[in-house]
Every structure is written in structure tokens, then in C-alpha cells.
């Protein structure tokens, strides 16, 4: 018999997406290869003030949903973990999409697969209209590879049940980081992860989305998450803030400023996150500033 899936999904004025999302999801159910077992849909909404409420009740005979105040997404995804009865369980943020056959490709690998805990497809990202823009840059699975950058694309993500039982829910405290640092937190605990080579999400970006509104914060807030799991922040990392700041300040690239500044703020960055620079970042960035000097010099 197939195991049981359960989708939840978090949303909050989101109304424009929304019903591409749902129907994205009761889709599973018919769309080839289709998904044969004991499914369950629930949209976890935060009292959106938009025409999400509307849509719901369109389709409130083929899900469960709740509409009421939450503390962020993280709330609503953990009040959605709460109330599910699957076996599996996906999470579909209110802006993203599954592909046909994502649950049932999932589902699949997982029921001949007891041993996997967690398992992962390929994703795309895709823009307002659906539109691909890029291939998501996902990988096979390597838990130091993980902490250096989040190769699993999270709608493209499905865990069993007994991951939220021995590992706990999402972090409430985080806003940007929360998918990364549950997938940190179940590898570092012992979880089991494996991918599967099919195409199963869309994850959208546009200019609402807001990790793309706040590069910055969201890069303080990977490093604040990555020192709390690790005790240190990896220098990719400090170099991708130092990144970030940059272009949110304008500092055109690439130039002899921005190769400068970027060593600076990654040497001041490791300061900060891991109170010493390492070797490593010391003699790169100084090979950076030393050679921005040397071309203004021979100018």
C-alpha cells in the first residue's frame, strides 16, 4: 500500500500565487504519474487581508485550511506539522509549485527506500508567470558540502514523519534561514538524505520575495544560524556577506574598489561571526588588496 502524504503550506497575502500553488498540489492526484495513496492538503494561512481567504474557500471541500495570526512562516509551517497525519510530508511555501508527479516520484523513492529519512529532486526557479529562469543549482548529497551552500531546493524537499518526531519542528526564530538550518540540523543529527534525478518544484522568485528585498539580512542571519549549529561560519559565507553589502551599497563590479572592499568587509565580517580571521581568508584577501594596489599603482 502507498504511504500516506501530507502538503502543507504556509501563506500570508499571497493572493496572486495562491491558486496556482493549490492547484499545483490537487493536481498530484491526477496528473501522470499520479499519486494513488492517502493524501492530505493544508494551508496554514496568517490572516491574509488580500483575496487569499476567497480562494480557499473556492477550494475548501478538497483541502483543510485556517486562517489566524502567526508568528512568521516558520509558525505556520511547525502549526501545519501539527495537524498532519502522513506519513510523508512536503512543504509548499504559497508562491512556489510542484511539477506533475513531484509527490508521487517522492513517495516512490521513499516507500522503497525505508532506510532514507529525507529525500530531494531537482527545481527550477521560475518568475511571476511561471516562467523558468534558471535550473536550481542542486546537488548530491554532501553534508560538508551543505554547509558551504544550500544545493536542496526546498520545495523539492519531502521528510517522513519521524523526522519532525525525533528532530523537532522548523526554528521559529528564523526568518530567512529556516529551511537551510533544518536541513543542517537533521544532517548534523543524523538524518539520512538522498536525491533523485526528476524535476519536482518551481520555486519562485520576484521582487516580493523576501530574500530577494533583503540580501543583506539575510546573509547576517545565515551566518548568526551557521555559528549557532557549528560554533564558526565558514569563510564562503563571510565572503558572500561581504559580497552582498557591496552591491546593496552600489559598488560596481568588477572594480578596483570593490576587490578591495570585499576583502575588507570579509576580514571584518570574520571578526565579527567568528572573533579571528582564518589563515586561508587572510592570505586571499590580501592577494586581493595587494593586487588592486599594484594596478593603481601601474596607472
Not at 61 to 87: M, Y
Not at 116 to 129: P, R, S, T
Not at 254 to 279: D, K, Q
Request: glycine share 10%; proline share 5%.
Amino acid at each position: 500500500m502507498p504511504l500516506s502524504v501530507s502538503i502543507v503550506t504556509p501563506s500570508y497575502n499571497q493572493g496572486r500565487y495562491l491558486e496556482r500553488t493549490i492547484r499545483s498540489v490537487l493536481e498530484q492526484r491526477g496528473a501522470a504519474p499520479a499519486f494513488p495513496g492517502p493524501f492530505e492538503y493544508l494551508v496554514m494561512d496568517g490572516g491574509s487581508r488580500d483575496e487569499s481567504a476567497a480562494i480557499l474557500e473556492r477550494y475548501g471541500s478538497q483541502l483543510q485550511w485556517v486562517s489566524e495570526k502567526d508568528r512568521g512562516q516558520a509558525d505556520a509551517v511547525n502549526k501545519g506539522l501539527a495537524r498532519t497525519t502522513g506519513e510523508i510530508i512536503g512543504w509548499l511555501n504559497s508562491d512556489d509549485i510542484f511539477y506533475p508527479g513531484a509527490v508521487a516520484a517522492a513517495a516512490g523513492f521513499l516507500a522503497g527506500h525505508p532506510d532514507i529519512d529525507v529525500v530531494y529532486g531537482n527545481g527550477n526557479h521560475i518568475d511571476a508567470e511561471d516562467r523558468i529562469i534558471e535550473p536550481y543549482p542542486t546537488e548530491d548529497w554532501d553534508f560538508e558540502r551543505l554547509k558551504q551552500r544550500c544545493f536542496l531546493c526546498q520545495p523539492a524537499v519531502f521528510f517522513r514523519r519521524r523526522v519532525v518526531e525525533r528532530f523537532g519542528p522548523l526554528g521559529v526564530h528564523w526568518r530567512y534561514a529556516l529551511d537551510y538550518e533544518y536541513w543542517l540540523r537533521l544532517g548534523k543529527s543524523g538524518a539520512r538524505f538522498a536525491r533523485i534525478d526528476a524535476l519536482l518544484a518551481g520555486s519562485r522568485l520576484h521582487p516580493e520575495t523576501k530574500t530577494l528585498g533583503a540580501r543583506v539580512a539575510v546573509h547576517a542571519e545565515t551566518n548568526d544560524m551557521l555559528r549557532s549549529l557549528f560554533g564558526r561560519v565558514p569563510d564562503r559565507w563571510l565572503f558572500n556577506y561581504a559580497h552582498a553589502v557591496l552591491d546593496d551599497r552600489g559598488v560596481p563590479r568588477p572594480s578596483r574598489r570593490f576587490t578591495v572592499e570585499v576583502g575588507i568587509l570579509a576580514w571584518w565580517a570574520a571578526l565579527r561571526w567568528n572573533h579571528r580571521i582564518s589563515a586561508p581568508m587572510l592570505r586571499l584577501g590580501g592577494e586581493w588588496i595587494g593586487g588592486a594596489a599594484r594596478g593603481a599603482v601601474r596607472r
